[in-house]
């Protein structure tokens, strides 16, 4: 006998994970199971993890994810960041520009206290490489926007840009040695029995998407 699996899933997501990196998940989850309601807010990385802790939410996502005391917090996926410019920069016609010489350039960020922020900071620091940023934004929306305009050079995530790479108003610098991985986590309670929609949407973003157009529901659980 197969069981529906019915319910409301509520995620919390920094913007940049909710706008770019969840909606083909979600698309692909309801699609397998329509009988589920998911629901989507948007916060800062730290209120991510206050959401999940107090219980006003099921699943949070962020990136560079760090340990909390009482949340299961593990990397679900990984992303690059790329030095991302105007279609006319000068530097695009210099071939892959090496990462010590971008300081002669305006280079614009995200604010400090931003997770991504703080982790490119660590990488660059490991390399030897310390950035002064002209300007600061406290989200990845507005700093693709003044890339955009041609206000500086920015590292910004390849799943942000992928549409404004696509249609020409973007472009990637690339840039001589490894790639700048920013990691992406899930965070949920680890003491917390949860419902069987939101076991199977963990287990979801765990395997390839394409796999839920085809895998039967037993047992209530999937």
Not at 43 to 52: F, T
Not at 85 to 101: E, F, I, M, N
Request: with cysteine; glycine share 6%.
């Amino acid at each position: 006998m197969r069981n529906i699996i019915s319910g409301t899933i509520r995620l919390v997501a920094v913007p940049s994970l909710g706008l770019h990196e969840l909606p083909p998940y979600i698309k692909e989850f309801l699609r397998a199971f329509p009988q589920v309601k998911i629901q989507v807010d948007y916060r800062r990385s730290n209120e991510v993890y206050e959401s999940i802790a107090a219980g006003e939410a099921d699943v949070g996502f962020v990136a560079f994810p760090s340990p909390r005391k009482g949340l299961k917090v593990e990397t679900f996926k990984k992303d690059t960041l790329h030095v991302i410019c105007a279609p006319g920069h000068p530097l695009l016609k210099k071939g892959p520009v090496r990462l010590p010489d971008l300081p002669q350039h305006k280079i614009i960020s995200l604010a400090p206290e931003m997770p991504t922020r703080q982790g490119l900071d660590k990488i660059l620091a490991a390399r030897g490489l310390r950035f002064s940023p002209m300007m600061e934004f406290d989200n990845v929306e507005t700093l693709k926007q003044a890339v955009e305009i041609n206000a500086g050079i920015a590292f910004l995530p390849q799943s942000a840009v992928a549409s404004e790479l696509a249609k020409g108003s973007l472009a990637i610098l690339p840039h001589q040695g490894p790639e700048i991985i920013r990691p992406l986590g899930i965070v949920s309670r680890s003491s917390r029995m949860i419902s069987p929609a939101v076991k199977r949407f963990l287990k979801a973003l765990k395997v390839p998407r394409d796999s839920l157009k085809t895998e039967e529901v037993r047992d209530g659980t999937a």
